[in-house]
């Protein structure tokens, strides 16, 4: 069989790239160009070179040239020809110990904390590896082969009537593949909806919840948007004071990071205000999937689509290390989002959401959420039981759903019990953090405690963790 630089490649354990160039014409390039790799240690000794003619088609050169250079550094001494064997790096070249060449050191990992109960991750020790394999391999068996090339930015269709489909079912959202933008996640949505500026598809002021993701706040900010920060009450969002911004950011379904849901006269309400305004509800459905004691609460969206942008993504359902996510759109900013988002994918792997529309198809995504939201309640209760029994001046809130929950403390205790927590080797995060800069509301003392972060291994040593630092 004719053997291919490719398969040479692959047995030297490199791809070798050579470039021809500088004086001389093109048999001396390949003469420096080889001298050069076996003496910087890129050709090993003993390896064997690819045959004449897929080198030459390879580099475009005549099978000649390849021959020449060849017998050039046999003569040489670099290379030796045997027959039978090929031509191989001659084994008493002792290859230049280049910088580049030495394998690569890994940086020194920063020792984590000992009980990281830091929200923002599910349990990466649960990721469902097995079912996920299955479906990539499956996706890509059957892919052909123009998934390989450039991705339309709509995303793959296969994802996007997977999503329609079990949007619909799980989070009750009203929508159809084609108003559906696939991207890497909410950040990226923000990008994607902010990022222009002045010309951007959205623009501010933009309310938030005066409580809420700070790296969110940042990204607006980064764009150009000013933030107006809404206060927040046992029923969420005040939505009644919202007036002359553009647009509202809002975590309907658990509000992020204090936990409870949007009431529903208040879901009414903002619908109505976006509609008198002729603006839109962003709304961050980031953990939808979880709720454990009362009856899911549907998203937004499913009210007036036309009124909502809905966000979702695998960040807290599978891996936030995947990069998968969806807007699902009002018609009159498909397009726009989509020129945003420019002539070709360059966010989400093709074949990475071909896997994604598998495990979704297959109910290999219903059943991992499934078996994710059991074990996230068993935390949930341990954490509860915990702080009834240890922390007893301690009230958690926020737990009906979602990954982490808050633990309010006495007025003015939150820095010291963050600080005594950091002692004892417990990460986690004070609700102070979270707080809008302008935020017109009473200041919370409080901790986020995200209870899906360690293993399940390590979760009961967390908790005593836990417990022995709360006032
Ligand atoms: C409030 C909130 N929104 C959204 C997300 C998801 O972000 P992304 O989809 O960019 O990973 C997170 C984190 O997982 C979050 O905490």
Redesign the pocket.
Known sequence: MEESWVNSAERIGADLHLELSGPGGRRAALIRALREAVRGGRLAPGTRLPPYRSLAADLGVARNTVADAYAELVAEGWLTARQGSGTRVADRVEPLRHAARRPVEAPPRARGPRHDLR??SPDTSSFPRAAWLASYRRALQQAPSEVFGPGDPAGRRELREALTEYLARARGVRTEPDRIVICS????ALGLLFGGGASGVLRGPLAVEAY??GF?RELLTAAGVRTVPLPLDEDGARVGLLGRERGVLL?PAHQ?PTGGPLHASRRAAVIAWARARGTVVLE?D?DGEFRYDRRPVGALQGLDPERVIHVG?V??SLS?ALRL?WMVLPQRYVGDVLAAKGDREAWASVPDQLGLADFIVSGAYDRHVRRMRQRYRGRRDRLVAALAEHAPRVTVTGVAAGLHAVLRLPPGTERATVEAAVRQGVALDGLAGFRHPEADMEARDGLVVGYATPSEHAYGAALDALCGVLP
């Open positions: 929200q923002g996640g909410f950040a990226h809420g993701l969110h975590t992020f961050d980031y993504s960040s807290k936030p996510g």
